[in-house]
């Protein structure tokens, strides 16, 4: 029977599943976040292990690593796991879904950015504190976000009406066709009735297409966007964290080269050389992946999967 270690990223949007057999991919399943996931600890952690179960169908599952959105505090990965190990038959790590990123490049000391449906940054001492910057959620911050480039996009194309611009502004119009309105006057409550960070980030491409067009309004969104998930890292190092390497991950940053490098030059220019950044290039779940194999390197023992019933 093969020894499998299990890694999973869960991320505001899509939860990733993927299970390794001699260092061989031998399962991946993505799932959408909301189809299972309910905030509560014990019932997360059941439909976790029912889709693990599935995942490894008759394997012997070795250890279990879980970077999970929204566990943004030690009390939150404690209890995560904790639920987790109730209903599990093998060794349970909770990390935040940022903790994945450093990892899945090789990088097991290091500060971890996630910039997707939300914004993080999340890194730990070697006494194992953990030390959060950012992840207030789309309302109040997720700056650099896929969210928090619409609500930002939205305030700066207010202002720039109120002063006398253009309705025909690209960043403007882009928005208008996003949201499907016929005024600009209703971008403000657009954006305060999405509910949530995954349908406000939806909105993100406008951006991005508005900044390919020249829009400056775009640019400048972009611009304090990567400049504020900066910050994150510089308050970080100002409380006191040791890590000097740095990757930066999620859907904006993967898949926006632009915005990827915006944010790699205020990184530099923050941290004042010293962090040595990089952009992910591998799914976070290979971070989920590298953890479970560090735990069963540090815990030989072999545990079978309890039933969820």
């Given at each position: 029977m093969n020894t499998i270690a299990v890694g999973i990223d869960i991320g505001g949007t899509k939860t990733h599943l993927r299970s390794l057999a001699d260092g061989r991919v031998v399962g991946d399943r993505v799932v959408p976040t909301a189809s299972?996931?309910?905030?509560?600890?014990?019932?997360?952690?059941?439909?976790?292990?029912?889709?693990?179960?599935?995942?490894?169908?008759?394997?012997?599952?070795?250890?279990?690593?879980?970077?999970?959105?929204?566990?943004?505090?030690?009390?939150?990965?404690?209890?995560?796991?904790?639920?987790?190990?109730?209903?599990?038959?093998?060794?349970?790590?909770?990390?935040?879904?940022?903790?994945?990123?450093?990892?899945?490049m090789g990088v097991f000391d290091g500060i971890g950015i996630v910039s997707g449906t939300g914004s993080i940054a999340v890194t730990r001492n070697p006494d194992g504190n953990m030390l959060v910057a950012g992840g207030w959620g789309w309302v109040i911050g997720d700056e650099g976000s896929a969210s928090g480039l619409v609500r930002e996009a939205g305030r700066l194309a207010s202002l720039y009406l109120d002063g006398g611009g253009a309705?025909?502004?690209?960043?403007?119009?882009?928005?208008?066709?996003?949201?499907?309105?016929?005024?600009?006057?209703?971008?403000?409550?657009?954006?305060?009735?999405?509910?949530?960070?995954?349908?406000?980030?939806?909105?993100?491409p406008a951006v991005f297409e508005a900044a390919s067009l020249g829009s400056k309004l775009a640019q400048r969104t972009l611009d304090e966007g990567a400049a504020a998930l900066a910050t994150l890292v510089e308050r970080l190092l100002n409380r006191g964290a040791q890590a000097r390497n740095l990757v930066a991950g999620g859907g904006v940053v993967m898949a926006q080269p632009g915005f990827a490098r915006l944010l790699l030059h205020h990184i530099n220019a923050r941290s004042?050389?010293?962090?040595?950044?990089?952009?992910?290039?591998?799914?976070?779940?290979?971070?989920?992946?590298?953890?479970?194999?560090?735990?069963i390197q540090t815990t030989p023992q072999v545990y079978q999967p309890r039933s969820t019933k």
């Open positions: 299972w996931r309910t905030h509560d600890w014990t019932g997360d952690a059941r439909a976790l292990i029912t889709m693990i179960n599935s995942l490894v169908s008759g394997g012997t599952v070795a250890a279990l690593a879980v970077g999970a959105h929204g566990c943004d505090a030690q009390h939150e990965c404690d209890a995560f796991q904790a639920a987790l190990e109730d209903h599990a038959g093998f060794p349970v790590r909770v990390v935040n879904d940022a903790e994945l990123i450093p990892p899945a309705a025909d502004e690209p960043l403007v119009q882009l928005l208008c066709q996003s949201f499907a309105i016929a005024s600009p006057v209703r971008i403000g409550s657009c954006i305060s009735s999405s509910g949530s960070g995954a349908r406000l980030g939806r909105h993100a004042e050389g010293r962090v040595q950044a990089q952009i992910l290039d591998k799914p976070p779940v290979a971070g989920a992946c590298a953890l479970a194999l560090r735990m």
